[in-house]
């Protein structure tokens, strides 16, 4: 069975800080990866996803980036981060056909 | 441009009663919808499926019914539980390509005891 561990599971940041998330998983190999962020009072939104190493592709613009150095390892980062940054961080994988499977979480506050 | 919406943001349900969670969407490419159940502090985790060549799909308590011509699908629970209080989202996908689904932006289910 698969899992996903996502560090650090709560994060404080000052604006203008740099910010890394990893995400790592296992029992599986060539997943394609997700990181999606929920934001208070919005939805989940799909920020980047991975189909393999080195491939990222963004969903959204904006100051964050993502990077996947090797299989089983998806980073989410930014250079300066902003208050609206603030949420929930959940990095995800593709489970079963049409079905994904979510890590813990990590939740970033912005001050 | 929201594709996936939930509209209504809460619902208050009584123990043992029927919990109706509905979810819209706009693009007709869509053909997989999915719901998942997120608990605070945790990530979301799969409850039920339907693909788009069914009208209805059934697992237990849960029910999912489709209607492509209305781009509209709704989640059924009954009887509802007090340990169902959480936030469901509706997500949307295309199954040519990458998996990349769409959320919508949830709703928040209490049922009261």
């Known amino acids: 069975s698969q899992t996903i561990h996502q560090w650090p599971a709560t994060l404080v940041q000052p604006v203008g800080s740099p910010l890394s998330l990893e995400c790592t998983v296992e029992?599986?190999?060539?997943?394609?990866l997700y990181w999606y962020r929920q934001a208070a009072g919005r939805g989940l939104q799909l920020l980047f996803y991975?189909?393999?190493?080195?491939?990222i592709s963004s969903e959204v613009p904006q100051n964050l980036s993502a990077s996947r150095p090797q299989d089983r390892q998806f980073i989410l980062s930014s250079k300066k981060l902003l208050l609206s940054d603030s949420g929930f961080y959940l990095c995800?994988?593709?489970?079963?056909?049409?079905?994904?499977?979510f890590g813990p979480g990590t939740r970033l506050t912005v001050l | 441009d929201q594709q996936v919406k939930q509209n209504s943001p809460s619902l208050s349900v009584q123990e043992g009663r029927i919990s109706i969670l509905n979810c819209d969407y706009t693009?007709?490419?869509?053909?997989?919808f999915l719901w998942y159940k997120k608990y605070p502090a945790e990530g979301p985790t799969f409850l039920i499926s339907?693909?788009?060549?069914?009208d209805k799909n059934e697992d237990g308590r849960f029910t999912v019914f489709l209607n492509k011509s209305a781009k509209h699908l709704s989640l059924h629970i009954v009887p509802s539980q007090p340990g169902d209080s959480a936030v469901y989202f509706c997500?949307?996908?295309?199954?040519?390509?990458?998996?990349?689904?769409?959320f919508g932006t949830g709703t928040r289910l209490k049922v009261l005891a």
């Open positions: 991975s189909v393999g190493i080195g491939q």
């Open positions: 997500a949307a996908s295309r199954t040519s390509g990458t998996y990349k689904y769409i």
């Open positions: 995800a994988v593709d489970l079963t056909y049409n079905e994904q499977f």
């Open positions: 339907i693909s788009s060549i069914k």
């Open positions: 029992g599986t190999s060539n997943p394609n």
């Open positions: 693009n007709s490419m869509f053909d997989y």
